[in-house]
């Protein structure tokens, strides 16, 4: 039992606790739930950290019990009038929306994440290759570049973009050690430590075969810089995109190209080859079949022409 004074004791360290209500104390709490319970990326915390604390600018540091629908509505003006896109100011509202929720989660009173809108946003036009123009860029390094280990290289970056659906991101954090080449399918830790399981065709591992048989370098990344004053680097966003910008032009592909637009053609593929949307969304490894859902429209040409089948039948 302890005695009177050790009671004394504790309650002066329990009284030395003061709780602040503001919005960047609330934040501070928000980021160590995202890192801590729900494991999120440091990309997602970086962001959600950074258009929360706009708002946090705009309205200044007040207590959350205080955020009024007005609030929202004049910070989503200002964002506007600096000619954000409204895709972009639909990202504000949902990390305002997941800060809210959290805090109502924690007995914090404050905005119902309810009242927080998203803008409605034009269907988003897919950009994506045709079979032909996909084999012509698959097959554009052997042609151009004299290189042979930056031939190899490229040849395998972009039927490893084509055939899997990877984003750039994903693509250059890709380590030796996870490529299992007697398989067609290995696994890597995506966002929040999940781990995804990536397929790869014939086609691309043959090409990554044939890439780290010719390496003598002793770097865990798969693909590397081979340029001398960053030889053995893993490669940046910038140089890939660069590199399928490059190959899109020498094979005179007259429309923009990017690594997207790879993963764009990917999947319109894998759905004109008879690929349920699902199966297409859990290889994309979209949280939402509505963004899948984009590459169901994309190809009216295609459509026309599975249409006119009914032409070839004597059913008038």
Do not use: C
């Not at 506007?80 to 305002?96: D, E, F, G, R």
């Amino acid at each position: 039992m302890k005695s009177g004074r050790e009671s004394v004791k504790v309650g002066k360290e329990a009284d030395s606790y003061s709780f602040s209500n503001t919005l960047s104390t609330n934040l501070e709490r928000f980021v160590n739930y995202l890192q801590y319970t729900k494991n999120a990326s440091s990309k997602t915390i970086e962001n959600y950290s950074h258009w929360i604390n706009r708002f946090i600018e705009y309205i200044w540091d007040i207590d959350v019990s205080q955020i009024k629908m007005i609030h929202i509505q004049d910070f989503r003006t200002d964002l506007i009038k600096q000619w954000l896109s409204p895709k972009t100011v639909n990202y504000h509202a949902v990390a305002l929306r997941s800060f809210f929720k959290y805090l109502l989660r924690n007995d914090i009173d404050t905005l119902s994440p309810d009242k927080v809108d998203l803008a409605k946003i034009p269907p988003r036009k897919v950009s994506y290759l045709s079979e032909e123009q996909v084999k012509d860029i698959l097959d554009a390094p052997i042609y151009f570049e004299k290189n042979n280990l930056k031939s190899l290289r490229d040849s395998a970056i972009l039927a490893t973009l084509y055939g899997t659906g990877l984003r750039v991101t994903e693509l250059i954090s890709l380590k030796i050690s996870e490529i299992k080449l007697w398989e067609n399918q290995f696994s890597v830790v995506w966002k929040g430590s999940k781990l995804r399981s990536i397929f790869l065709t014939k086609s691309a591992r043959q090409k990554i075969g044939e890439y780290i048989s010719a390496r003598m370098d002793d770097s865990e990344f798969l693909f590397i810089s081979l340029s001398w004053n960053s030889y053995g680097a893993p490669l940046s966003r910038n140089s890939v995109e660069w590199l399928v910008k490059k190959y899109a032009n020498l094979v005179w592909i007259k429309e923009k190209v990017t690594p997207h637009t790879l993963r764009h053609s990917f999947a319109t593929s894998l759905l004109r080859k008879g690929a349920d949307i699902r199966s297409v969304q859990a290889l994309l490894w979209h949280s939402s079949i509505q963004t899948t859902q984009i590459y169901t429209h994309v190809d009216d040409k295609y459509l026309q022409k599975v249409h006119d089948l009914l032409d070839d039948e004597d059913v008038w």
